[in-house]
């Protein structure tokens, strides 16, 4: 049995796996309010209480740095720490970064479960491969190609400078300095509060005016990035219908430039919670325009496959075959 974690700011998800001669397969999955426990033990210890067989092994991704065993939770007051983890499933732990563990699962996904974004992309494009995700923070990683398989090099680089490229985006660079009071990070942007940043910079820049019933929406629900993302989407509004515009076409342009830092040949995968809710808005143009727009570079991008991970659990089930491989490679060194 492996036990496998997505740890996000919003929510955590377990899932419960079984390793078989055919491959592994789930049989149960929970999502937890992430902000609801004081601890990632809280979860498990209950999650574990309703698992009668022994864990063989087991895996987390978390959404901030990981460093010898240890992890900081970018957007929780959590500290995670694979030791406790051990101690309490009673078997080993491997903690992950969460983009290290979507990207392992973006390689064991089927060709159906991606949507492709570039229709100009080359086929048969072998090489390094670059993984940006956007959700409630915005997660970034690099798949190594060493000529046989993949390897995941976990990033930080979505708190990296933001670029702009226009004099939109030069307002929008000065608008967030002023509101964060210094550093503006591209998951100031790329994210599920960054795109509401984006919706007030637009507003506040009398871009266009607010509309009545987006305003009382904005001030009554929790999640204002959704009602932003729905009246962008379905073309009801103009503030909404540009944030959304210019939220895609500024991730675009930072998928671009990772896959510049890490040449990849192999092509760029969108993961996240965020982009395939807002697909429509990726495919109608504006994020592969901010990739492309590189300058002496562009011909170079242009011709990269660029896709977007439709399966929701990619994070989970990349953290499972990690589990599955501790017990194998064990095995094999056995």
Sequence with gaps: MILAGDIGGTKTILGLYALSPAGLYCIRQTSYASAAYDTLEEIVAGYLRQQAKPIAAACFGIAGPVAEGRGEVTNLPWTVEEARLSALTACPVSLLNDLEVAALGMLSLAPEEFAHLNPEAQPGGIGNMAVIAAGTGLGEAVLYWDRERYHVIATEGGHSDFAPNDAAEDGLLVYLRNAFRGHVSYERILSGAGLVNIYRYLRDSDYAPEGLAVRELLCSVDDPARVISQHGLERQDKLCQEALSLFARIY???????????????????????APKILPALEDGAFMLGFRNKGRFSGLLSGLPVKVALNPHTALLGAAHHAASMLTDGAARG
């Design 252 to 274: 675009g342009a930072e998928a671009g430039n990772l896959a510049l830092k890490c040449l990849a040949r192999g092509g760029v995968l969108v993961g996240g919670g965020i």
